[in-house]
Each structure stands twice: as structure tokens, then as C-alpha cells.
């Protein structure tokens, strides 16, 4: 796992790198296909998490969506040497003044779409 801090202007849109789906505009947010988990840090809560992230979580969440931020930072920072998150990304995005509205969207890599669920 990588971890790539961003910095937004307010309203920009965020878009998956793997999917190309529009995953935060002003209005909404999406989650991608790619998407492990969303994480908002000034809420201390996951927005979004596929089932890898709740396993990877799971001990420390309790199973809810609250996670402390401390124990969030410290397990995701375990994970930069995982084998089982080596293509996960976490973008941690950084807007409003001085960065203080900071929300983590995890994007797995190396996610690759069916060919059932493309149209071929």
C-alpha cells in the first residue's frame, strides 16, 4: 500500500484512476468499482468499504463504521509492507483551509473489471 496525499481546491472533482468513474464532485460522492474504502478523518468514519477493507478492519472496528483515528492511522500504516494490499492506493485528500477537511479514498490498483461487466 502507497499512501499519496492530495491537495484539492474546494469543488474539484476526484476521479478513479483504474475506472475513470467520478467518485467526488461538490454534490456527490460515488464509490468506484476500485474502491477498497472511503475514510472521513475529521468524522472518524468509513463513508464506503468493500469486503477486503472490513476484514482489514475488522479487529478494530468492531464491525461499524466508526474507527477511531488514531487506530485507523496506525493500522493503515501497517499495511505499507502487506502483501495483500500491495496495489492499493490510498489517496488521502486534503481541501478547505489548511487542509482541514481530510477524507481517504483507498483505490485498489490493480481492480480489473470483468469482461461480462464491460459489454464484450
Known sequence: MQIVEVNLIDGYPFYCPVTGTLILSEDEFTASPAMVYC???????????????????SDISKGDFYLNYEKYNNRLHSLTNDVGTENWVCFRLCSGR???????????????????????
Open 39 to 57: 475514510y472521513i478523518q475529521n468524522e472518524s468514519t468509513f463513508e464506503y468499504t468493500n469486503g477486503q477493507a472490513q476484514e482489514v478492519f
Open 98 to 120: 489548511n487542509g482541514s477537511f481530510v477524507v481517504d479514498h483507498c483505490i485498489d490498483m490493480g481492480f480489473r473489471e470483468s469482461l461480462n461487466n464491460v459489454g464484450i
